[in-house]
């Protein structure tokens, strides 16, 4: 079954997948557990966060892990949730057509960008800030916890599978290819960076401030240790 993402605690780590697929592992994510939810559809993304551990995927639909515990709620049937990650006020997610759905007091509620492509992904910063990317180059950034969006100009028409910080003004987004794309201002401006590997990046993350670790699809994987500048394969 293919997995698409992974979430930590610092005690375990979180498996989502094809298939209804919501594992709990040890921290070293060897020893791994079904976590009980009642899902057939396939799962995008999961993140952790005080409400609990949250995946999101196929028709909107959202699982939510608290403890032992894990409730399904089902979407409206139409547009996926492809990315979620943890606002100021709540989780905010995004998906099909420009959906960006944020939870606020255990309700979600529904926007869609003026842009009515898909959002591929969703990364946070401090109290307020909140990036989404997708696709055709569309990048937003929204400094009210995912009230209002401001669109970015990004370089080509990219489609971009995943965004993350490093450091307080940088970012990096994956271009679902063999490269990356960079800003120093926080997504005002963008540079092109190779990964330095033949195959696309999908899958994203940031190890500390300075190191960035890229994967993709057929077990590829490329390095940064200054804030996406360079980039080597591992």
Partial sequence: ???TAAAHDGRALYVVGWRGTFLRCDARGEACQPCGCAHEGDFFDVTVAPEGVTAVGMRGV???LREDRCEVRAGDGGNALY???RGAAGLVAVGDHGLI??????V??????????ALFAVWGRGPERVYAVGARGVALRSEDRGGTWVPLPTPGDHHLVAVRGAGERTLVALSGGITALRSDDRGDHWSEVALGTERA???LWALSPAELVAVGARGNIARSEDQGRSW???
Avoid: S
Avoid at 101 to 106: F, I, K, T
């Fill in 1 to 3: 079954v293919p997995l």
């Fill in 108 to 117: 979600w509620r529904d926007r869609v960008t003026a842009r009515a492509t």
């Fill in 232 to 234: 080597r394969a591992v």
């Fill in 101 to 106: 759905r944020a939870e606020v007091g255990g």
């Fill in 201 to 203: 990046g999908v899958g």
């Fill in 83 to 85: 990315g979620v990650a």
């Fill in 62 to 64: 959202t699982a939510r």
